[in-house]
């Protein structure tokens, strides 16, 4: 009613204002794809005039002072089609009224023509529906990324205020808070891990190319899952409406540091397409039976890429609409790095392994999406997602110097090498249903079932020493010193996830306008995953008692075979001990069990114009069950937990006036310690050795957010945040009393706190538009401040566990934090015609000093020093089917360093080169 009647003072006012000789268009614009809510700022031009406006916040808009004549009007909103209605007659002192609605498919109307079709994935569209949320969110879409240049998810979402990503993983960061604090969706449904060390699945496996837009939602609210506190990182697929089309494209490229090598190494084994497994051969003790050459193969480090994109839609009745999208893509890169890896600093300043290293790095990423969308008529819709990627990485690392300076090359000379391949499947199936019953209720659901497995066939190890400690022209020989100093692992993980979800809402209490003041929304959603991992070590266990014979480095074959098991020179074991002991071969095991049952009902209510609010409640019933055959338990044993969660949470909104809103958020959450963290399971790296700890257990989480944010124009921001955590019994990695300063994961103390401000800016500096084109220069900025501490209590963890840790100092930052994270980005936009353009990105990120892993026994913390990166873009549409684009990443090339305090000492650094790629795509 309050519309119409907007409408009706709107065409008076014109009708009493008018001259003689001029006239006015009125109406109302709404979204087909939301049950036809009005759209606004959506753009309205009457052609051939410099007549235009866009739609307020009802959809209204009005357009006077017209001279009489016939005109075509087009209306458009970016992300949806652009109508042109034609004949639309103006008449002196007279208004007109149109009345329509736009969506993202083609219409066929006898009044409208559709000119063009898009997807709804622009900055524009994403700010508005940051803008008409109540809650409080971020999201970049697919227009960003490709603005930006951004290629996997976990680099895109770093490009947003307060995020950051650790260095050699997809790992992420947000506000401080790492990997066990954030949680990982598609499309609102769970995703599992692909690392047992990780709670996430590894963003670096995601190609943008399958993105429509990633929602970042860094406060909690009841639809999300309570394993919450850093932030919701939810991957909403393509969803492709609009008509046929089909395109390719073909990249390549390389690393600069890549390309200046002489000769790549990798290992022998695995192929480039990544499509590689491979189990440990029949009867591996008895004899020598590894079909695999110890020794390294070399390769081109030459990149390349290649993508097959393509979609269509039916309309099969007025309201009623089938669409199709399917991407398949490869990719691939190259990259080397030399350095120095240090570890075991004592309070002296001295490494107990001090060693200069070369590592050679192969990644490869297949992914191939479908989807299928079903909209059965303006209130009901389906949409089937099934989503297949396999990436894989190998890494071949050579070590040199000192192994261990008390008893194993102490004076330097010595050699290690490790090779890697690493393999992730993830096959996710969903299936989602969306309905409007009636006026007042609504019923949204999903389902899905995801496999994941990860496999490391065959990661082969080496230690050679010198042969004589004082004369290093001796030459090497094999490391005696462990069993595990010469093996070859084989790795294999499965998880299987099903999940639910399902909503139901009921408006309420309507007004004299005929909006509903108030929402009530109820729902369930659960998660059900079963974990198995297992685990073979076969160590080549020299024999101390004879003369070994010298080893070289560049011929390892020569010694590790038959013959010198037949010359007695070493044996085949694993942990349970050599050929003929009953189950020998059974391998290191664990596996899980987690269930969530979880209720929720939320309350929204518009208690006035500019103020909204949300409360909403959440109940969790969480079970974990995890059991083990382990190196350090080869007995087995099993522990579990269960524990009930009532989880509150609010979101207001209170909007200063049409650009501008305040908001604040709060919430109580929990995080739970993972499987490996629980499994008491050995994991060995080259400088460090981690184990799982069984008396671990959740931690609990406060959140409250604050926010003030402007739209000076759709397409530009500005917004201040400030933000608080309180977590009582963190969770952290620490090194542990023992010989060989072993890592494991503990409860470090009572609380950790984290606190502080956002700053975010988009911002047009010249913009110029003429029909239609574009031609601007726009920047965004954001930065984030903030201030973590926690307090360490050496008694609470020899109370709670086995273990002993000696904490260097009684509080210090929350691991993963940098006090001050800054990104930056000047883009040129310049369209010379409708399928015409360039477009030029420069992009900086910064994050200041963070604390890696803490300080214990007198150590100093290990801490990542500062690094900027400093990334260009520019891509070119030539037309209507060609486009070229041009990427160069990490121009500056900055050193990456960690280092011990207080003895400072540098125990990690490295450079990892500039990527250069060019890329073509044919657009059918």
Avoid: C
């Avoid at 700022?41 to 009005?62: C, H, I, R, Y």
């Avoid at 996997?152 to 260095?167: C, F, H, L, P």
């Amino acid at each position: 009613m309050r519309q119409l009647l907007v409408l009706l003072f709107l065409a008076v006012t014109t009708l009493t204002m008018a001259q003689n000789n001029a006239g006015s268009v009125v109406g109302k614009i709404t979204d087909k794809e939301l049950n036809n809510d009005p759209l606004p700022f959506a753009n309205v031009q009457v052609n051939g005039t410099t007549k235009g406006t866009t739609t307020d916040m009802d959809g209204l808009f009005e357009i006077g002072s017209i001279p009489p004549g016939t005109y075509s009007v087009t209306i458009s909103f970016v992300g949806y089609e652009t109508v042109t209605i034609p004949n639309v007659k103006i008449e002196g002192g007279k208004v007109t009224e149109i009345n329509t609605g736009l969506g993202a498919g083609s219409v066929s109307l006898d009044e409208v023509v559709v000119t063009t079709t898009v997807r709804r994935e622009s900055e524009t569209a994403l700010l508005l529906d940051q803008k008409k949320a109540i809650e409080i969110k971020q999201s970049i879409g697919a227009e960003e990324l490709a603005r930006k240049g951004v290629s996997d998810v976990a680099t895109a979402v770093t490009k947003t205020t307060g995020i950051s990503k650790q260095e050699g993983s997809g790992s992420i960061y947000v506000r401080g808070l790492g990997d066990r604090y954030n949680s990982t969706t598609m499309n609102g449904l769970p995703l599992p891990s692909n690392n047992p060390s990780r709670k996430n699945i590894n963003l670096d496996i995601f190609s943008t190319d399958i993105v429509e837009y990633i929602g970042i939602s860094k406060t909690f609210n009841h639809k999300n899952y309570g394993d919450f506190a850093g932030a919701n990182i939810d991957i909403i697929s393509k969803n492709y409406k609009g008509d046929g089309f089909f395109e390719f494209g073909v990249g390549i490229g390389g690393n600069t540091s890549a390309m200046e090598r002489d000769k790549f190494y990798l290992q022998d084994g695995p192929n480039k397409t990544g499509f590689y497994n491979k189990d440990y051969p029949n009867n591996p003790l008895t004899s020598y039976n590894f079909d695999t050459s110890w020794d390294r193969n070399t390769s081109t480090p030459v990149e390349n890429s290649f993508s097959l994109t393509g979609g269509d839609s039916y309309t099969l009745s007025e309201e009623s609409r089938l669409s199709f999208f399917a991407s398949a893509s490869f990719d691939n890169n190259y990259n080397f790095k030399e350095g120095v890896a240090r570890g075991a600093v004592n309070t002296q300043g001295v490494p107990r392994k001090d060693l200069d290293y070369e590592a050679y790095e192969y990644k490869t990423n297949s992914t191939l999406l479908g989807n299928v969308f079903y909209r059965i008529n303006n209130n009901n819709s389906l949409k089937f997602n099934s989503l297949f990627i396999n990436s894989t990485g190998q890494s071949h690392d050579e070590y040199t110097g000192v192994i261990d300076i008390f008893d194993n090359a102490p004076n330097g000379g010595g050699y290690v090498r490790r090779s890697t391949f690493d393999r992730t499947s993830l096959f996710v199936n969903q299936l989602l249903g969306d309905h409007k019953l009636n006026e007042r209720f609504d019923l949204n659901w999903g389902v899905s079932y995801n496999i994941m497995k990860n496999v490391i066939p065959d990661r082969m190890q080496n230690t050679l020493v010198p042969i004589d400690n004082d004369n290093f022209d001796a030459g090497l020989t094999v490391s005696d010193l462990a069993t595990s100093d010469n093996h070859r692992f084989y790795q294999d993980l499965k998880e299987d996830e099903l999940a639910a979800n399902i909503e139901t809402s009921y408006k309420f209490h309507k007004n004299n306008d005929g909006e509903y003041k108030g929402k009530l929304s109820v729902g369930y959603s659960g998660r059900f995953k079963n974990i198995g991992f297992e685990a073979t070590q076969f160590n080549f266990r020299i024999n101390r008692n004879i003369q070994q014979p010298q080893v070289f480095t560049d011929n390892l074959d020569a010694y590790f075979n038959q013959q010198s098991i037949d010359a007695g020179y070493f044996d085949i074991v694993t942990f349970r001990g050599s050929a003929g002991i009953p189950g020998v071969l059974d391998p290191q095991t664990y596996d899980g069990v987690q269930f969530i049952n979880a209720g929720y009902g939320a309350v929204e209510y518009n208690f006035s114009p500019k103020f909204t609010a949300v409360f909403g409640l959440r109940g969790e019933y969480i079970f974990q069950e995890i059991e083990w055959e382990t190196s350090l338990d080869p007995e087995g044993d099993d522990s579990d937990f269960d524990r009930i969660e009532i989880l509150p949470s609010t979101s207001l909104k209170y909007s200063l006036n049409e650009k501008q809103n305040l908001r604040f958020a709060a919430s109580k959450t929990y995080t739970l310690p993972q499987f490996k963290e629980r499994a008491p399971f050995q994991y060995e790296e080259v400088t460090q050795v981690t184990f799982g700890n069984p008396d671990l257990y959740p931690s609990t989480d406060y959140n409250a957010d604050i926010k003030w944010e402007a739209f000076p124009n759709n397409d530009e921001l500005i917004s201040v945040t400030g933000f608080g955590k309180y977590i009582q019994n963190p969770i952290n990695e620490v090194t542990v009393a023992s010989a060989t300063n072993d890592v494991s994961y503990v409860n470090t103390g009572e609380s950790a706190i984290a606190f502080g401000g956002e700053l975010e800016i988009r911002k047009n500096i010249i913009k110029f538009s003429d029909e239609n084109l574009n031609n601007k220069l726009s920047f965004g900025f954001n930065a984030s401040y903030m201030y973590t501490n926690q307090d360490f209590d050496e008694q609470k963890v020899i109370d709670e566990t086995n273990l002993s840790v000696g904490f260097s100092d009684e509080e210090g930052k929350l691991t993963g934090a940098s006090d001050l994270l800054l990104n930056g980005d000047i883009s040129y936009l310049k369209d010379f015609s409708e399928d015409k353009n360039i477009l030029a990105t420069l992009s900086y990120n910064y994050f200041s000093d963070r604390l890696y892993a803490i300080g214990t026994n007198n150590r100093g913390n290990l801490v990542d020093k500062a690094v900027g990166t400093l990334d260009f873009i520019v891509k070119s549409q030539l037309n209507k089917n060609i486009g070229i684009g041009f990427k160069a990443r990490n121009l500056l090339n900055p050193t990456v360093e960690r280092i011990q305090e207080t003895q400072d000492v540098t125990v990690l650094s490295y450079k990892k080169g500039i990527d250069l790629n060019l890329s073509l795509t044919y657009k059918f």
